[in-house]
């Protein structure tokens, strides 16, 4: 298994911003994207970005968050802006070489550990 290692979660109140980060450590990968689980909930599609730099968003954050990558370093972002509690939950990132989805993560064969998001209203 490829590490990916997640960074830059926390708590912050509503209205508020954070910025994730997750890095892999020994590779590229043609897609990484961000998904998210809160209690009880299956986890979800937040972002996605390709290699070509196509971005791909959830109806629930576009407008609000950016997903980004830097190739040279293996590492995607994810800016996220006037955070609502609705948006707190464990957020993963997930990396993969193929697939035909962005928003399918079964087709994600690379997972961080997660990093807890906190949304105070």
């Known amino acids: 298994q490829v590490p990916l290692v997640e960074s830059g979660g926390g708590l912050v109140q509503a209205g508020g911003s954070l910025r994730l980060s997750c890095a892999a450590s020994?590779?590229?990968?043609?897609?990484m994207a961000w998904f998210r689980q809160a209690p009880g909930q299956a986890r979800e599609f937040v972002a996605g970005?390709?290699?070509?730099?196509?971005?791909y968003y959830a109806d629930s954050v576009k407008g609000r968050f950016t997903i980004s990558r830097d190739n040279a370093k293996n590492t995607v972002y994810l800016q996220m802006s006037s955070l609502k509690p609705e948006d707190t939950a464990v957020y993963y990132c997930?990396?993969?070489?193929?697939?035909?989805?962005?928003?399918?993560?079964?087709?994600?064969?690379?997972w961080g550990q997660g990093t807890q998001v906190t949304v105070s209203s």
């Open positions: 997930a990396a993969s070489q193929y697939g035909s989805s962005v928003y399918n993560r079964y087709e994600y064969g690379y």
């Open positions: 970005i390709l290699w070509s730099g196509s971005k």
């Open positions: 020994d590779r590229t990968f043609s897609r």
